[in-house]
């Protein structure tokens, strides 16, 4: 995105963006908006929709009509027109949206008038961007947008509005101005310590230390809105027919893969999004691993392995007739130290009543075991917590707000400014050695809100938005 020209603060004399805000992608819908924002943004519809009657131009109104070409007075679209007058709009500028047609061509047509007439395409997320220099947002609120754009479970788009509605921005500014309240406590000592009554350094400390749970609580909890933005890569490993696909079959509800009686029978990479208990995943089916001289099979198996490197959990399928076998333990010294690992006994079901399955451990050392049967779906549900649990995803229900990457990092290092105040404090060093440590808390809570940040951080934050946010 190049926006050189666009200064930081209001924008009265700058130009005017447009794009179209709804998908372009995945089917047709039946409406499609292009939305402009800017100085010309009223022009230029005025200059292209032709609105029958006695409609006014007034804000917040919808007039009915057609867009037309200037240049012949041709009708390009039936559509309606929103006008969104300064600062009443999303953008705090003048805004325009025309709702058209769904379908691409008829509104990229639109578009091309629209830019003709003398709007500038928009660049990736410029809408937004021009929101929060315009005072609308702040920078949580914004990127909340942008996550709720992304979302792909309801939970996810849940804890997207809790940040679109601010909950985040109050979290992180409310221990923000503590921290400001504490460091003019500090600096008004080190200016006038003589006018004024002692200050009690035991309490500036304790307020420090809260402020610092808070962060160190907050980026602890990252992790689980980590899983619920980005979703968890499950990969299904095992020996051949001990039913892998069967079990991907079972939690994806449908008939995704192949399954027979054959041993062999997924030689390729099959990934399947889905949504259990509001976590969104991606699981993979992989071809059963074990020595063959079959070219195809073999390189099946190289992606299996793959699969099973990449995966951020892994459920090492078995067949419970045939119990823990040697196979199945090679194949458990393949994953990676770390990753989360259920074993899953399968074919519950073909087990008689009572019977203890050859080998398998009653609670087995190599890692939590679940028993289910990918036929019948007896298991099924306790399959899901298990791996949910494993995976820290267990506690998404009650998350309020959550950190994302950046506001994590920026969260992490506050707390070590703090931690540092603290050492300097129990030194017994003098004020102002401690209100160095304690500024840049300020400065990296600051910088999530979007109160301290510079115009290359807020490039760079924008510029993963989509075209028309
Ligand atoms: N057609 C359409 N739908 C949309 C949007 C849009 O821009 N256009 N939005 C875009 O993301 C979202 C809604 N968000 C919006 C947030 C604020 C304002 C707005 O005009 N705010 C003004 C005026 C509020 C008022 O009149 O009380 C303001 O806050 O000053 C508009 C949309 C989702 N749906
Ligand atoms: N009785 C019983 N049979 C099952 C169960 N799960 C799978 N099967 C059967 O086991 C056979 C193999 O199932 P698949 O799901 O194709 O196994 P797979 O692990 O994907 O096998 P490959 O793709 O060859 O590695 C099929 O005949 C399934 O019907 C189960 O829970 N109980
Ligand atoms: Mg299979």
New binding site residues.
Partial sequence: MTRGDVPIGANPNGDTIAAIATAVAAGAGSVAIVRLSGPQAEAIGRRLFVAPGSQAWESHRVLYGHVVDPADGRRVDEALLLLMRAPRSFTREDVVELHCHGGLVAVRQVLELVLAAGARLAGAGEFSQRAFLNGRLDLTRAEAIAEMVAARSRRAAELAMAGIDGGLQRRIGGLRERLLDQLAELEARVDFEEDLPPLDGALVRAELEAVRGELERLVAESRQGELLREGLRVA?V????????????LLSRRER???????????DLLESDLVLDGVPLTLL?????RPTDDRVELLGIERSRQALAGADAVLL?F?L?AGWTAADRELRALVPEGVPLLLVG?????LPPGAAPAGVPSAPPEAPLAR?????G?GRDDLVAALLGLCGAGEVQGLQVALNGRQRELAAAAATSLERALETAALGLPWDFWTIDLRAAIAGLGAITGEEVSEAVLERIFSRFCIGK
């Fill in positions: 299904i095992g020996r051949p027919n001990v039913g892998k696909s069967s079990l991907l079959n893969a192949i399954v027979t009686d054959l041993p062999g029978t997924t030689r089916d992989t071809a059963g691993i399928l067949d007739l399968n074919k519950l079901d073909a289910i049967s990918a036929l019948t007896a």
